[in-house]
């Protein structure tokens, strides 16, 4: 358990913590893999959200999952990319969390991930948090503590 002071603090900057869903780069589960190729290489970031029409959250997906659908014996595939759908490759089965504030929660998920998919308990997708905006609450944290909460001298 994170000690209340702590959580305190790096909640000063909670109101930066979600990026909300309508800012957020993603692509249907029924887009075809060459609208999906464009969209990564377009936004430049590693992975995207996959969306059902209804804003449900599906899973993610990656250029190099693409790519390796592509992957023919002696050379790339391109005809996949229209024939396959996001849905067909995109991983599912993906970390999430439903508050966006469970701050122990979302500093153990994001040691291995870059990003969290912020999920409702019914499913829909709200945004992400990132470990960029974490980082920073980490940053001020470590930077801000003892200004906070002052430490005896004998503990420096």
Known sequence: MI?????????QNKAHFLIPA???????????????????TK?????????ANDSKFIGLISLPMITETMLGRDDFDLSQLNQLCVGDV?????????NPYDIELILHLLVDNPFLPVVSHEG????????????????YLAHNFDQVYPLNESEK
């Open 22 to 40: 309508e800012k957020v780069a993603n692509v249907q589960v029924d887009n075809n893999l060459n609208h999906a190729f464009l969209v990564l």
């Open 43 to 51: 936004v430049r970031y590693a992975k995207i959200p996959v969306l």
């Open 90 to 98: 995109c991983e599912k089965n993906v970390p999430t969390v439903e």
């Open 124 to 139: 829909d997708f709200t945004g992400i948090v990132t470990r960029r905006e974490i980082m920073k609450s980490m940053n």
């Open 3 to 11: 000690s209340q002071p702590i959580v305190d603090i790096l909640l």
